[in-house]
């Protein structure tokens, strides 16, 4: 008997266990990843501690950190390091997931899986309209932002120790990304 492939879709995968790794459709198909390691998870937590009182004191909207399910598509839904949802767009919360566009993603780059995060994600943030994204490249320790504008991201800049990231979404957040990778 053939076997017929068919494109996945969020309802195809969100009954698996949060064990089975990082759980992504891309263009369709199951793309799972291992668990972050403990360098990728302090960086993680460490910005999540810088952004989480600021979103939080200013009344901002929701700050997420993984795993939380970003539905982009019918065939499309990510789960990244970071994100935020504004006040004004907390409707797209559904149940477990996002189901729309956040306004901020930030994904901190994996050595074994960085043409995920710098192409294939870019890609599909760029095209599904996310305003802005941050690239956390714990190899040459910077961070990488970037700013929709129209259909097509532009890189507002790189940014290392003893520099402030520059932000739309977070504006007046005084993060050095020096203190980040300290605790990497």
């Not at 989480?52 to 901002?60: A, G, I, M, S, T």
């Not at 839904?77 to 996002?98: F, M, Q, W």
């Amino acid at each position: 008997m053939p076997v017929i492939a068919r494109k996945l879709t969020w309802d195809d995968i969100k009954d698996l266990p949060e064990d089975a790794g990082r759980t992504e459709i891309v263009d369709g198909d199951l793309v799972v990843s291992p668990s972050p390691s403990w360098s990728h998870q302090a960086i993680a937590t460490a910005l999540g501690a810088k952004i989480y009182p600021f979103v939080r004191d200013n009344e901002l909207g929701r700050f997420f950190s993984s795993p939380v399910h970003v539905i982009l598509s019918e065939h499309g839904n990510y789960e990244p390091d970071l994100c935020l949802l504004s006040r004004d767009r907390l409707h797209l919360l559904r149940g477990a997931v996002i189901d729309g566009p956040p306004d901020l993603i930030i994904e901190i780059i994996s050595d074994d899986n960085r043409t995920h995060d710098t192409v294939v994600k870019f890609r599909d943030y760029e095209r599904y309209g996310i305003a802005e994204y941050w690239l956390v490249d714990p190899r040459g320790q910077v961070i990488r932002v970037y700013f929709l504008e129209g259909r097509s991201y532009k890189k507002a800049g790189i940014f290392s120790a003893g520099e402030n990231v520059v932000t739309r979404k977070l504006n007046g957040l005084a993060l050095d990304p020096g203190g980040i990778f300290e605790q990497g």
